[in-house]
């Protein structure tokens, strides 16, 4: 079947490390998405990618890095920068920007820093 | 930078009552509009969405909802809901920016259905 697939699920940090949260899609989208979701305040755009080998910064991407060196994965880094990482992390694909038949989601990673 | 508003965070309803959420964005160009669930403990999946033509769109389990351009809306509505519609909703916005297009989501509206 096709779809997204986030990992881990669960994921622990330490303060002051790094950690990459991966993102893999088999629809063959072009743009892929990346958000957070915290309690009362919806999704908030990390950062998205249109096409490969280039990607745009969404409302919050600082403390955040991505890369698009493929077209089928996303990953996402979540720096020591990042001041309140502990959250819900999501990532979403969809043919194109113009999503015209709407944006596909991934069962999404938690993570907590401890 | 574009703003998606869902009015009501919390709603409680019994079976059987009709249903109506609000969202309005602020953008004034042609936007695209969705309406997105999320199910306890299940992905986010799309329950409609309005591109062109009819304003009033129809999505999967009864829903529907009604682009008004005047009043930047695009409410959600279900005449009957079920204890099986407890669940998140999410209002979002595709606008045009720069040759790409920036979706934008609301806070969301977490319903609950009781039986």
């Known amino acids: 079947d096709g779809g997204i697939t986030q990992s881990p699920k669960y994921l622990f940090r330490k303060e002051g490390q790094n950690v990459t949260l991966s993102c893999e899609q088999n629809?063959?989208?072009?743009?892929m998405y990346w958000y957070r979701q915290d309690p009362g305040q919806g999704l908030r755009l990390i950062y998205y990618s249109q096409i490969v080998n280039d990607f745009q910064k969404g409302d919050i991407a600082e403390g955040y890095s991505v890369s698009r060196e493929k077209k089928e994965s996303f990953p996402l880094t979540v720096t020591s920068a990042q001041k309140n990482p502990t959250a819900f992390y999501l990532c979403a694909s969809s043919i194109g920007g113009t999503a015209s038949y709407g944006y596909t989601f991934g069962s999404g990673t938690r993570l907590t820093v401890v | 930078a574009q703003s998606v508003s869902q009015h009501n965070h919390h709603v409680i309803l019994s079976e059987a009552a009709s249903l109506e959420l609000g969202c309005n964005y602020s953008y004034g160009g042609t936007v695209n509009l969705f309406w997105y669930v999320q199910y306890p403990g299940q992905h986010l999946q799309l329950l409609l969405k309005?591109?062109?033509?009819?304003?009033l769109v129809k999505g999967i389990k009864g829903f529907e909802a009604e682009f008004i351009k005047s009043k930047f809306s695009f409410n959600l509505r279900k005449p009957s809901v079920q204890w099986s519609d407890t669940a998140e909703y999410f209002c979002?916005?595709?606008?045009?920016?720069?040759?790409?297009?920036?979706?934008?989501f609301g806070r969301g509206t977490s319903l609950i259905v009781h039986p």
């Open positions: 629809l063959n989208h072009d743009a």
């Open positions: 309005y591109f062109s033509g009819d304003p």
């Open positions: 979002a916005v595709n606008e045009p920016s720069g040759g790409s297009y920036i979706p934008t």
